[in-house]
C-alpha cells in the first residue's frame, strides 16, 4: 500500500516455531518510490521473513523481535552512507540497531532490532559481477543485515570468522551455497 509519494510500506507478521523456542517476527518492509515495486529482482515479503526467521533462530533470538527493512535507490544509500558512516559512496546493506535511551521506558510490545537499509540497484550489480543469482544475494545481504542488528560484526577476522560461518549456515537452509565463494554460476 502507498502511504506516500516517498515510499510504500507494508507490516506483517510472522510466527517460526523450531524445537529451542519461538521466534516471532514483525516486519516493516519499507519500499522506496525510485525503486518499482513489481520489479522482478525484489524478494517478496514472506521470502524476507523466512530469511530474518531463520537468522533469528539460529542465533537464538526467541521472543518477539520487530525490524524495518527499506529498499532504496543510490542517492538514498550514499546519502545514507555519508551521514551515519562517514564514508562516501554507495554500498549494499546498510544496519542501524536500534538503542533504547536510558530515560525512554523499554515497551512491553517486543524487541525493536533496528532497521536494515538495502540498495536494490547495488544488490543487482554485485550479483551479476559476482555470477550470482540474484535471489542468493538478496538472501546473503538480509541475513548479513541481520546479524549486524543482533550485535554480530566483522571488525576482527574472529569476528569475521564468526559471523560468515553463522551466514553459511544460515543460508545452506535455503539451498544456498556459500556466499563468500568466488562465483556461484
Not at 523481535?65 to 546519502?79: A, C, S, Y
Not at 517486543?110 to 540497484?121: H, K, N, R, S, W
Request: proline share 6%; net charge negative; hydrophobic share 40%.
Amino acid at each position: 500500500m502507498k502511504s506516500s509519494n516517498l515510499w510504500a510500506m507494508e507490516t506483517h507478521k510472522m510466527a517460526v516455531v523450531n524445537a529451542d523456542a519461538a521466534v516471532n517476527l514483525e516486519l516493516d518492509l519499507q519500499i522506496a518510490a525510485e525503486i518499482p515495486e513489481n520489479h522482478a529482482y525484489l524478494p517478496d515479503q514472506a521470502t524476507i521473513e523466512q530469511w530474518i526467521s531463520a537468522t533469528l533462530s539460529t542465533a537464538n533470538a526467541a521472543g518477539d523481535n520487530q525490524l524495518t527493512v527499506r529498499i532504496v535507490d543510490e542517492t538514498e544509500i550514499k546519502t545514507l552512507n555519508e551521514t551515519y558512516r562517514h564514508k562516501s559512496g554507495v554500498t549494499n546493506v546498510l544496519s542501524f540497531p536500534f538503542e533504547v535511551p536510558p530515560e525512554v521506558p523499554i515497551p512491553l510490545m517486543g524487541e525493536f532490532l533496528g532497521d536494515i537499509v538495502i540498495c536494490a540497484p547495488v544488490v543487482l550489480s554485485e550479483a551479476r559481477l559476482q555470477q550470482k543469482p540474484i535471489e542468493n544475494h538478496w538472501a546473503h545481504l538480509i541475513v548479513h543485515g541481520t546479524l549486524h542488528l543482533l550485535g554480530y560484526d566483522h571488525l576482527s577476522e574472529q569476528q569475521a570468522d564468526e559471523m560468515e560461518t553463522m551466514e553459511i549456515a544460515i543460508l545452506s537452509e535455503f539451498g544456498i551455497p556459500n556466499p563468500y565463494r568466488e562465483t556461484q554460476a
